[in-house]
């Protein structure tokens, strides 16, 4: 065999490796979602559950919070590299919507779906946890700062809390737009000048994700931060202290559900239905507690901590999908008004 075609077989031959290579390393499915989904466990405990059940590979990226990774889809919208978004809650789930990111669907065992946690008529997302927005303080921080501890969320526009409190850019982070959603629901009319309060008091500590202020609050920042009701269940569980003082109005309660949706003209469409479906399983729902939120499906064990520590509302504020999309940029106006 001659030289030349020695080296035409050994060439052809290199590419067909690479090839088999990079066929073997491309995902089956690509889930999009927040940084807290991988940091937290919560996708670590599920996605090797669903790879062996069906024997895939899942790629899991984190872009940043939940606005940043819409933002990411919107942009890949007429070749989209993802199929599915974990993470879209019933504050965000308006702008998937309008911006036409999701394709609608119902799992085939939607029925285990505690019906108060469906929040989407149209079928875009599929529940998959919840909790209840809530106001934390540092308790020795509180204390040595002379400060009361805020009995509701109109509280937090008092002058005694100027400079103490660290709050999140609803722009790009879902707890921080289902803050401002609480916040207008509750302040009603008055919503403007409750936001000018809240800059005061926040002082241009605004951040863009709930990991970045989450950290920030750990850290001695400020006191005050938004975030989730079984807080001070995560402390005492994770550092068996319980110096964390989570607050819950028991009559202004604002749940964030959040969903998982099929991205429009996702690549691995029929996967993907397959995962949707696998959310409202016990293998799923059981391992949501990694997400220090709550299971959407009735009967699913929870842990005893959350029941002792965590807290909850009687009754609900938090509008429906159409209510957010009709009055969402009156809000978010008044909002970067009163901040920017």
Same mark, same amino acid.
């Given at each position: 065999?001659?030289?030349?075609?020695?080296?035409?077989?050994?060439?052809?031959?290199?590419?067909?490796?690479?090839?088999?290579?990079?066929?073997?390393? /491309?995902?089956?499915?690509?889930?999009?979602?927040?940084?807290?989904?991988?940091?937290?466990?919560?996708?670590?405990?599920?996605?090797?559950?669903?790879?062996?059940?069906?024997?895939?590979?899942?790629?899991?990226?984190?872009?940043?919070?939940?606005?940043?990774?819409?933002?990411?889809v919107n942009i890949e919208k007429d070749r989209p590299?993802?199929?599915?978004?974990?993470?879209?809650?019933?504050? #965000?789930?308006?702008?998937?919507?309008?911006?036409?990111?999701?394709?609608?669907?119902?799992?085939?065992?939607?029925?285990?779906?505690?019906?108060?946690?469906?929040?989407?008529?149209?079928?875009?997302?599929?529940?998959?946890?919840?909790? @209840?927005?809530?106001?934390?303080?540092?308790?020795? #921080?509180?204390?040595?700062?002379?400060?009361?501890?805020?009995?509701?969320?109109?509280?937090?526009?008092?002058?005694?809390?100027?400079?103490?409190?660290?709050?999140?850019?609803?722009?790009?982070?879902?707890?921080?737009?289902?803050? #401002?959603?609480?916040?207008?629901?509750?302040?009603?009319?008055?919503?403007?000048?409750?936001?000018?309060?809240?800059?005061?008091?926040?002082?241009?500590?605004?951040?863009?994700? =709930?990991?970045?202020? @989450?950290?920030?609050?750990?850290?001695?920042?400020?006191?005050?931060?938004?975030?989730?009701?079984?807080?001070?269940?995560?402390?005492?569980?994770?550092?068996?202290?319980?110096?964390?003082?989570?607050?819950?109005?028991?009559?202004?309660?604002?749940?964030?559900?959040?969903?998982?949706?099929?991205?429009?003209?996702?690549?691995?469409?029929?996967?993907?239905?397959?995962?949707?479906?696998?959310?409202?399983?016990?293998?799923?729902?059981? /391992?949501?507690?990694?997400? @220090?939120?709550?299971?959407?499906?009735?009967?699913?064990?929870?842990?005893?901590?959350?029941?002792?520590?965590?807290?909850?509302?009687?009754?609900?504020?938090?509008?429906?999908?159409?209510?957010?999309?009709?009055?969402?940029?009156? =809000? @978010?106006?008044? =909002?970067?008004?009163?901040?920017?």
């Amino acid at each position: 065999m001659g030289i030349g075609i020695m080296v035409i077989l050994w060439v052809l031959g290199a590419v067909y490796l690479l090839e088999m290579i990079g066929r073997e390393e /491309e995902p089956d499915l690509v889930i999009y979602s927040y940084e807290s989904f991988q940091s937290y466990g919560l996708g670590p405990a599920v996605i090797p559950k669903f790879e062996e059940m069906h024997d895939v590979k899942v790629k899991v990226v984190t872009p940043g919070d939940m606005g940043t990774v819409l933002g990411m889809v919107n942009i890949e919208k007429d070749r989209p590299k993802a199929d599915i978004i974990i993470g879209v809650d019933n504050s #965000m789930l308006f702008k998937a919507v309008r911006e036409d990111l999701l394709e609608p669907y119902i799992p085939v065992n939607i029925g285990r779906l505690d019906p108060t946690m469906d929040f989407d008529p149209g079928h875009y997302v599929v529940p998959f946890d919840y909790g @209840y927005i809530a106001i934390i303080c540092n308790g020795e #921080m509180m204390q040595e700062r002379g400060l009361d501890i805020p009995g509701d969320l109109l509280d937090l526009g008092s002058d005694q809390y100027e400079g103490q409190i660290l709050l999140l850019d609803p722009a790009t982070s879902s707890t921080g737009c289902s803050f #401002m959603i609480w916040a207008a629901s509750v302040a009603g009319g008055n919503h403007s000048s409750f936001f000018s309060d809240l800059a005061d008091n926040a002082n241009g500590r605004v951040l863009g994700s =709930w990991d970045a202020m @989450y950290k920030a609050w750990r850290d001695g920042e400020a006191p005050i931060a938004i975030s989730y009701g079984l807080d001070t269940a995560y402390e005492m569980m994770s550092t068996g202290t319980n110096n964390t003082i989570t607050v819950v109005p028991e009559h202004q309660g604002y749940r964030q559900i959040e969903g998982a949706g099929l991205v429009k003209g996702a690549p691995h469409s029929e996967l993907a239905r397959k995962f949707l479906d696998f959310i409202l399983t016990d293998d799923f729902q059981s /391992e949501v507690y990694n997400n @220090y939120m709550l299971p959407v499906v009735p009967g699913v064990p929870i842990d005893p901590m959350f029941d002792e520590y965590g807290e909850h509302a009687v009754s609900h504020v938090e509008p429906t999908t159409s209510e957010v999309m009709e009055n969402y940029e009156d =809000w @978010y106006q008044a =909002w970067r008004e009163a901040f920017f």
